[in-house]
């Protein structure tokens, strides 16, 4: 079993809607990431908390420490959301190393 | 935050040779971080690249394969040596800020090998 667990793996939506992914982890944590990946390869760093809630435009991001679980949102979706959303955390203790989840393939059609 | 360059952005390359990735940090920085991710596949640490000293390098990955260089503070290789077609992957360098925890990634380059 992964530490970091995603899900749903491949999302689709309609333009407009409202959008969740899901990250489940097993281990303790100092952060949690929330990246993206566009099909060039390019990963941009959305979100670093490590608790409660944090807005960005049309992106909230939140977390649950108690129960290990952290949650992306989208909000109004357009086509440009169209990326491998990746929630990655940092491990409690003295460690910089990340652990990744396996990805969303989200596709927002219009 | 932090804005990090990678050149070359992809290549192409044969079987047996070489390759060099430079990763390029507009502010110093003390952690770098090398990664690989295969297709479909999620990022693999490779090794961690600290100004002067050697690059730790994580379970799977041997210094002859994927030499590392951190010649200062803003700047850092990673060459891919004798390569094979599992070496195709998207090859990504990450900075760590001190004090704030997390990492910021460059843009990637795109290697396939034939």
């Known amino acids: 079993k992964n530490e970091v667990e995603q899900s749903p793996q491949n999302l689709t939506a309609q333009e407009g809607e409202f959008i969740t992914i899901n990250c489940s982890y097993s281990?303790?944590?100092?952060?949690l990431h929330w990246l993206q990946q566009h099909p060039g390869g390019g990963i941009v760093s959305l979100f670093m908390l490590s608790s409660g809630k944090k807005k960005h435009g049309r992106l909230i991001a939140t977390i649950n420490i108690q129960e290990k679980h952290s949650s992306l949102h989208i909000t109004a979706s357009h086509p440009r959301d169209s990326a491998v959303y990746i929630c990655?955390?940092?491990?409690?203790?003295?460690?910089?190393?990340?652990?990744f989840g396996t990805g969303t393939r989200l596709q927002v059609f219009p | 935050s932090a804005v990090i360059s990678q050149k070359p952005s992809r290549d192409i390359c044969q079987r047996g040779t070489s390759l060099t990735i430079q990763c390029q940090v507009d502010?110093?920085?003390?952690?770098m971080f090398w990664y690989r991710q295969q297709p479909g596949q999620s990022l693999t640490l490779i090794a961690t690249a600290n100004q002067g000293s050697e690059a730790t390098y994580e379970s799977g990955f041997v210094i002859d394969k994927f030499p590392i260089s951190r010649p200062n503070l803003t700047f850092s290789t990673l060459t891919v040596s004798n390569m094979s077609p599992e070496d195709s992957s998207i090859y990504l360098c990450?900075?760590?800020?001190?004090?704030?925890?997390?990492?910021?990634f460059g843009p990637g380059t795109r290697l396939t090998v034939l």
């Open positions: 281990v303790g944590i100092s952060a």
């Open positions: 502010s110093q920085v003390t952690m």
């Open positions: 990450s900075v760590g800020l001190a004090g704030a925890k997390g990492q910021f």
């Open positions: 990655a955390v940092i491990g409690a203790g003295n460690t910089d190393k990340l652990i």
